[in-house]
């Protein structure tokens, strides 16, 4: 006897756990919102309850006095009202319609304990442990007793078989209680230090965002002033409104790199050639480079077409800033080599160039906001390359020798 009710009980409430683990899963996938996250716990209970019925062996008793009310308990205290109300309906329809059995007084017991329920909806939320377990020992015992009451049959042939089950009940409530607790507990500390995390990172980029915008406003307000001087020749004026207006721009860099950094991806993922996306950037950036004296090759070692899985755009941004640091390594022009390869752990793209090269330090401070040896560099471009490349799956490397020239290699895993 204790076999059977022990195998009942533990059936019930392995649904109801499958129901808080799944919920616990799908809830901070795609729902923000608190009241929604607690009715998909109802909903998702309803469906595992739809696949108790079909696929257990049900003990209509122990489903009775031992899942209906642990069930209903635990939505109460978790979710409120509103769910509640949902398993609750679910509940009785398995009670009247699919077990046939005496379903009034699990409906009336139920009923009772919901309509208590509406009365703390706005303060479970708000429950320590301790007072959860307190409410939820309490509803049950309720219940409990309204059912034994109402339900002449166990009243007239009281048993160890219903002590048993009883029992168990409490004990199950307990466990669940404490479990649900601890789970829920995890899922809100990992938000708030999501939520830390992120605020740290809001402070700390506007603190560095200001002051890099700062440097070139002072100057600004410099020329202004020099400006504002009386007899100033008009040779000097117009020196000093070009250097104001290069500084507008630095400024505007700034924002605009940072912008690309922090601007979200769309999260397409479009299957893209890169050897075609490396000739479009080619196309792009070859006025540039004739600016300044630069010869660009293209090599491909092969015809196939190289797949990797991205974002056109973001790529070729990448591209661009890369290409472009080359041209600028190159101040009295040079030649620059762009070439694709296939590699046994997926698809690289190289841009070599016969630049000013960089030393082992200078090497290690790539990436790093602002590192930029430029006057009027930013030092957001690899942050900004480096980070969608990362995001794309891709491995980004350097290497270098002073004067000779730079390397910078893009290895994609191919999926
Ligand atoms: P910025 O171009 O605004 O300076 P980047 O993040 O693009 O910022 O680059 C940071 C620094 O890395 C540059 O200032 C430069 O010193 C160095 N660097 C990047 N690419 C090269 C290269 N191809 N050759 C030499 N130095 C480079
Ligand atoms: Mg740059």
């Not at 899963?25 to 923000?32: D, E, G, Q, R």
């Not at 020992?137 to 219903?162: C, D, K, P, Q, W």
Request: charged residues 15%; glycine residues 6%.
């Amino acid at each position: 006897m204790l076999h059977s009710i022990v195998s009942h009980e533990l059936h019930g409430l392995f649904y109801l756990m499958s129901a808080t683990l799944i919920h616990q899963v799908l809830a901070p996938l795609f729902i923000y919102k608190e009241q929604q996250r607690n009715l998909l716990f109802g909903i998702l209970l309803t469906i595992l309850l739809f696949f108790y019925w079909n696929f257990e062996d049900i003990d209509p008793f122990i489903y009775s006095l031992h899942f209906l009310p642990l069930s209903l308990t635990t939505v109460i205290i978790f979710a409120g009202f509103v769910p509640a109300a949902m398993t609750w309906i679910s509940f009785n329809i398995g009670c009247m319609l699919i077990l046939n059995y005496y379903w009034e007084p699990a409906l009336l017991s139920s009923a009772f304990i919901l309509l208590g329920s509406y009365y703390i909806r706005h303060k479970v939320n708000q429950l320590n442990l301790k007072l959860k377990l307190t409410y939820a020992m309490g509803l049950l015992a309720v219940y409990e007793v309204l059912y034994a009451m109402l339900a002449t049959y166990i009243r007239s042939y009281f048993s160890l078989y219903v002590l048993y089950t009883i029992s168990f009940t409490f004990i199950s409530l307990l466990f669940i209680i404490f479990l649900v607790f601890h789970v829920k507990k995890h899922e809100f500390h990992r938000q708030r230090i999501i939520a830390i995390e992120k605020d740290r990172m809001i402070g700390q980029l506007a603190a560095t965002i200001s002051h890099e915008i700062r440097n070139p406003l002072t100057s600004i307000r410099g020329f202004l002033q020099l400006l504002d001087q009386k007899e100033l020749p008009l040779h000097d004026q117009k020196r000093y409104i070009e250097l104001a207006l290069s500084g507008v721009d630095q400024a505007n860099t700034i924002i605009n790199d940072y912008l690309n950094y922090a601007k979200p991806s769309n999260g397409l993922q479009e299957q893209l050639d890169i050897k075609e996306e490396l000739e479009a950037t080619l196309r792009f950036i070859t006025p540039l480079a004739t600016d300044h004296q630069v010869v660009i090759h293209i090599v491909h070692e092969t015809d196939d077409p190289l797949f990797i899985l991205g974002e056109s755009k973001k790529l070729r941004q990448c591209l661009i800033n890369l290409v472009k640091n080359a041209i600028e390594s190159m101040p009295d022009g040079g030649h620059i080599s762009l070439s694709t390869c296939k590699q046994p752990s997926g698809v690289q793209i190289s841009i070599t160039d016969t630049g000013v090269g960089m030393s082992k330090s200078q090497l290690d401070s790539l990436g790093m906001p602002f590192y930029t040896t430029k006057e009027q560099g930013t030092g957001l471009g690899l942050v900004v390359v480096m980070s969608i490349i990362k995001m794309m799956n891709g491995k980004i490397s350097f290497s270098s020798a002073i004067n000779q020239g730079t390397q910078c290699s893009i290895l994609f895993q191919q999926k």
